[in-house]
């Protein structure tokens, strides 16, 4: 069974970095795609990046584009989310998901998720 761990959550001012990591185990890492989504509060979870099975093709929702990147160490069996120019509006759990096969960009698509880490941006 596959399983998903976050980290590197936390509070941080407006403009700044902070960058998650998720570890996988259970399975072999390279056969799965990897992704990240995010819950604010009192919203649907929403589709942030994914990354092909070799790292290869990124994809990012716009709100996000030129400021996350999304990568991935099959050697560590980790997948990395990088955030950038943090703003308030991208406060929320963030989780990690994975899938074998990319159907779409729904949280339904995704059948393993870690159990989320909190980002908090102050104004």
């Known amino acids: 069974q596959v399983q998903l761990v976050e980290s590197g959550g936390g509070l941080v001012q407006a403009g700044g970095s902070l960058r998650l990591s998720c570890g996988f185990s259970g399975r072999t890492f390279s056969n799965y795609r990897m992704g990240w989504f995010r819950q604010a509060p009192g919203k649907e979870r929403e589709f942030v990046a994914r990354?092909?099975?070799?790292?290869?093709?990124?994809y990012y929702t716009d709100s996000v584009k030129g400021r996350f990147t999304i990568s991935r160490d099959n050697a560590k069996n980790t997948v990395y989310l990088q955030m950038n120019s943090l703003k308030p509006e991208d406060t929320a759990v963030y989780y990690c998901?994975?899938?074998?096969?990319?159907?779409?960009?729904?949280?339904?698509?995704?059948?393993?998720w870690g159990q989320g880490t909190q980002v908090t941006v102050s104004s």
């Open positions: 998901v994975a899938s074998v096969i990319y159907l779409s960009d729904s949280p339904a698509s995704y059948p393993y």
């Open positions: 990354i092909t099975y070799d790292g290869a093709r990124t």
